[in-house]
């Protein structure tokens, strides 16, 4: 009998993919053994793609392997890779299986960066050969009809699966060789094919008439089918359409064959006679109509000799009537094929190359975990160093502790000492000097640096611009202004930070000058810094009362606090845990994943014990700075230079939480202020405090502008 169909492979131009991937892994994974390992395994595709698509391939079953294992790979770096015109930037270009081209053209080629192309065309290579393989396959042996048939099976899934995926994956009108058309009609050629070999097994095993009849009918019903589907359109090699259609007869004269010996042993003669002749006819058809494509020389034999037996019979013995045609009771029939459905993996000596990658969907939801996290912490250092600012604002306006450690005159407040350290251990004035000279020269870098990267934009839009017009309708890249749109907004958005920049320097520079020959008195020595300050009045000092004692216990436990604060803040830092299983996890199980859910439950197991004292941490200094006020005035009478008022406290206390970055100091109270009228207090007024005082309440306020 005739060769079986066998589909061309399409063609392809070399690609190096271990480039634009490794650039990829260098700039989204952190460099070590695994970066290394996922950048050899990108090379290792590279080689495997040249070894399955760059070479002509052997009609058998080790390259099909290859090609197998190469389709596996595809589908496996698929969710691991954003290919785009954007991001992994690699172009495919194939060449139509079934163009031949012309003499002054070469053969209809399609180039897209879409992994979803080459994926569909390196399956469609793995139908076509497929196909050829299952053609060489000897059917004079169980074991080769077996194996055509698996085959046949495969590359009819094969191209079935190309027609359901192929639009969606391309979003492009694709080739004619891959159109849901084409490989349609070729998935019924492959399941034809295969019901064929099924037939001539069946025929070879000798099995009974009536399923004989019934596989043959079926596979006649696959090739009419297939010849329906293409007859009208130009899609296959012309060489095609007159085998489908010499197939089809072909496969319903051993049809009708086998259901007249049926007829005859059921002594229905005339029912055999005249199914014979619809058989005879049908071989007459393919004889003067596809005799060049297919011979039927012993088919026809064998039903003519058939035929004249039964004639003779019927005209000597039974004389039977010979029924029309159109009377006869249909064949019935038998599929035993089924395409193979494309599931992964196709190779069974698959090994996925990056198995230890994450995919895209879980690097996303880490992304956006790690997110979540940062906020979250963020906001709880926020709120415990704003709680600190404002207690520190407080208390600096309250002249605490230095008021109370600064009682007797004798030695510079331990508060001022250390923070003076710490002044000094930074660097001083001078460092802040440096920083400030330093500001208008990063300013012009970053100006620089957005310059030139809207230049490059501008460049490449340009470029753009100037292919389309060239090419036209042949220019299929996404354009310039829509590819790179987020780009320039983010430009944009940085252009304005940079213009809000120079407000905030200005303002930081002036506030710096105001504070600056203060922050220079802290760089001193302590002899220095102590000779600096006028000593206080010890006839106005208030050692040893209970209220300072209570005060000195108020102030302990709030810095108790912040060393809590301090702890809790190095705690909410420390915290680290690995999401990909409990992701991946997820995401085998129900086969999508919602991060949100995991993610909030996960962090309050991580942090929700953390935050619970971060709130105790801001209740208890509430409570702390209440009891502070309420002691502060308390003592006023006999304190002056302590003495606040609590309506000014609630003010300032306001004032620091809206503008935690510039605290603002309430007026001096009416105390301390000459009345209307230029006269001085009398000498029963309550006492100005001391010049020690006026100076260490202006370190404080200068220690305040640095956050110490």
């Given at each position: 009998?005739a060769?079986?169909?066998?589909?061309q492979l399409k063609k392809?131009?070399e690609?190096d993919?271990?480039?634009?991937l490794?650039?990829?892994?260098?700039?989204?994974?952190?460099g070590?053994?695994?970066?290394?390992e996922?950048?050899?395994?990108?090379e290792?595709?590279?080689?495997?793609?040249?070894?399955?698509?760059?070479?002509?391939?052997?009609?058998h079953?080790?390259?099909?392997?290859?090609?197998?294992?190469y389709?596996?790979?595809?589908?496996?770096i698929?969710p691991k890779?954003?290919?785009?015109?954007?991001?992994i930037?690699?172009?495919?270009?194939?060449?139509d299986?079934?163009?031949?081209g012309?003499?002054?053209?070469?053969?209809v080629?399609?180039?897209?960066?879409s992994?979803g192309?080459?994926?569909?065309?390196?399956l469609?290579n793995?139908?076509?050969l497929?196909?050829?393989?299952?053609?060489?396959q000897?059917?004079?042996?169980d074991e080769?009809?077996?194996a055509?048939?698996?085959?046949y099976?495969?590359?009819?899934?094969a191209?079935?699966?190309?027609?359901?995926t192929?639009l969606s994956?391309l979003?492009?009108?694709?080739?004619?060789?891959i159109?849901?058309?084409?490989?349609?009609?070729?998935?019924?050629?492959?399941?034809?094919?295969?019901?064929?070999v099924?037939?001539?097994?069946?025929t070879r095993?000798?099995?009974k008439?009536a399923?004989?009849?019934?596989?043959?009918n079926?596979a006649?019903?696959y090739?009419?089918?297939?010849?329906?589907?293409?007859?009208?359109?130009d899609?296959?090699p012309?060489?095609?359409?007159p085998?489908?259609?010499?197939?089809?007869?072909?496969?319903?004269?051993?049809a009708?064959?086998h259901q007249?010996?049926?007829?005859?042993?059921?002594?229905k003669?005339?029912?055999?006679?005249a199914r014979?002749?619809?058989a005879?006819?049908?071989?007459?058809?393919?004889?003067?109509r596809?005799?060049?494509?297919?011979?039927v020389?012993?088919?026809?034999?064998?039903i003519n000799?058939?035929?004249?037996?039964a004639?003779k019979?019927?005209?000597?013995i039974?004389h039977d009537?010979?029924?029309?045609?159109?009377?006869l009771?249909?064949?019935?029939?038998?599929s035993?094929?089924?395409?193979?459905?494309?599931t992964?993996?196709l190779?069974?000596?698959?090994?996925?190359?990056?198995?230890?990658?994450?995919?895209?969907a879980?690097?996303?939801?880490?992304?956006?975990?790690?997110?979540?996290k940062?906020?979250l912490v963020n906001?709880?250092?926020?709120?415990?160093?704003?709680?600190?600012?404002?207690?520190?604002?407080v208390?600096?306006?309250?002249?605490?502790?230095?008021a109370?450690e600064?009682?007797?005159?004798?030695?510079i407040?331990?508060?001022?000492?250390?923070?003076s350290?710490s002044?000094?251990?930074?660097?001083?004035?001078?460092?802040i000097?440096?920083l400030m000279?330093?500001?208008?020269?990063l300013?012009?870098?970053?100006?620089?640096?957005l310059d030139?990267?809207?230049?490059?934009?501008?460049?490449?839009?340009?470029?753009?611009?100037e292919?389309k017009n060239?090419?036209k309708e042949r220019?299929?890249?996404?354009?310039?202004n829509d590819?790179?749109?987020?780009?320039?907004?983010?430009?944009?958005?940085?252009?304005n930070?940079?213009?809000?920049a120079?407000?905030a320097?200005?303002q930081?520079k002036?506030?710096?000058?105001?504070?600056r020959?203060t922050?220079?008195?802290?760089c001193?020595?302590?002899?220095?810094l102590?000779?600096?300050?006028?000593?206080?009045?010890?006839?106005?000092?208030?050692?040893?009362?209970e209220?300072v004692?209570?005060?000195?216990?108020?102030?302990?436990?709030l810095?108790?606090?912040?060393k809590?604060?301090?702890?809790?803040e190095?705690?909410?830092?420390s915290?680290?845990?690995?999401m990909t299983?409990?992701?991946?996890?997820?995401?085998a199980q129900?086969?999508?994943?919602n991060?949100?859910?995991i993610?909030?439950?996960?962090?309050?197991n991580?942090?929700?014990?953390l935050?619970?004292?971060v709130q105790?941490?801001?209740?208890?200094q509430?409570?702390?700075l209440?009891?502070i006020?309420?002691?502060?005035?308390s003592?006023?009478?006999?304190?002056?230079?302590?003495?606040i008022?609590?309506?000014?406290?609630r003010?300032?206390q306001?004032t620091?939480?809206?503008?935690?970055?510039?605290?603002?100091f309430p007026?001096?109270?009416?105390?301390q202020?000459?009345?209307?009228g230029?006269?001085?207090p009398s000498?029963?007024?309550t006492?100005?405090p001391?010049?020690r005082t006026?100076?260490v309440?202006?370190?404080n306020?200068?220690?305040?502008?640095?956050?110490?």
């Open positions: 009998m060769s079986f169909i066998t589909v392809t131009s690609v993919l271990a480039k634009p490794c650039k990829f892994i260098q700039q989204t994974y952190p070590g053994e695994s970066q290394a996922h950048c050899r395994a990108a290792e595709l590279s080689k495997l793609r040249k070894s399955a698509l760059g070479r002509t391939l052997d009609k079953e080790s390259s099909l392997e290859t090609l197998l294992r389709y596996d790979q595809l589908c496996s698929e890779f954003p290919f785009s015109e954007n991001q930037c690699v172009t495919f270009t194939w060449k299986a079934f163009d031949k012309s003499l002054f053209g070469g053969s080629k399609l180039a897209l960066a992994l192309y080459e994926k569909t065309c390196v469609f793995c139908g076509a497929t196909s050829q393989i299952a053609s060489e000897n059917l004079d042996s080769g009809m077996k055509a048939a698996k085959y099976q495969f590359a009819s899934g191209f079935q699966h190309i027609k359901d192929v994956s979003n492009r009108e694709p080739t004619v060789d159109s849901p058309d084409t490989v349609g009609t070729l998935s019924l050629i492959m399941l034809a094919q295969g019901q064929e099924f037939f001539l097994k069946a095993d000798k099995m008439d399923i004989i009849a019934k596989l043959a079926q006649a019903d090739y009419g089918d297939a010849f329906k589907q293409c007859q009208y359109k899609t296959l012309k060489e095609v359409f085998l489908l259609a010499a197939k089809h007869c072909i496969m319903q004269a051993h009708e064959y007249s010996v049926l007829a005859k042993q059921q002594k003669f005339g029912e055999e006679i014979l002749q619809h005879a006819d049908l071989v007459k058809t393919v004889t003067s596809y005799d060049e494509y297919i011979n020389k012993d088919l026809s034999d064998k000799r058939a035929l004249t037996s004639k019979d019927n005209d000597f039974y009537r010979v029924p029309d045609l159109k009377d009771e249909p064949i019935g029939k038998v035993l094929v089924k395409a193979t459905p494309i992964i993996p190779s069974q000596k698959f090994t996925d190359l990056f198995e230890k990658m994450v995919p895209m879980i690097q996303q939801a880490l992304a956006v975990y790690n997110q979540r940062a906020d906001r709880s250092i926020g709120q415990m160093r704003e709680a600190t600012n404002l207690a520190n604002g208390l600096a306006s309250l002249n605490l502790p230095a109370i600064d009682v007797s005159g004798d030695s407040p331990q508060s001022i000492l250390q923070k350290k002044v000094i251990e930074q660097g001083g004035v001078e460092a000097d440096q000279k330093d500001l208008p020269e300013l012009q870098r970053n100006r620089e640096i030139e990267s809207l230049r490059i934009l501008d460049e490449e839009e340009a470029t753009d611009n292919l060239k090419f220019w299929q890249r996404t354009s310039s590819l790179y749109k987020s780009l320039r907004a983010e430009g944009t958005n940085f252009r930070v940079l213009d809000k120079v407000q320097d200005k930081v002036e506030r710096y000058q105001s504070h020959d922050i220079s008195l802290l001193k020595s302590e002899q220095e102590n000779a600096a300050i006028p000593p206080a009045n010890p006839a106005k000092t208030i050692q040893g009362s209220v004692n209570i005060l000195k216990s108020l102030l302990a436990s810095d108790e606090v912040k809590q604060r301090e702890q809790l190095n705690d909410l830092k915290v680290s845990f690995d299983s409990k992701f991946l996890t997820a995401l129900d086969g999508a994943l991060e949100e859910a993610s909030v439950i996960e962090l309050d991580l942090y929700g014990h935050t619970h004292k105790e941490t801001l209740k208890k509430e409570e702390l209440n009891t006020q309420v002691q502060n005035h003592n006023s009478p006999c304190s002056p230079s302590i003495f008022n609590v309506f000014l406290l003010d300032l306001q620091i939480a809206r503008e935690p970055s510039a605290p603002s007026p001096v109270p009416a105390y202020t000459v009345p209307s230029g006269n001085k000498a029963s007024s006492p100005t001391a010049p006026n100076v309440n202006e370190l306020r200068s220690i305040f502008f640095l956050k110490l």
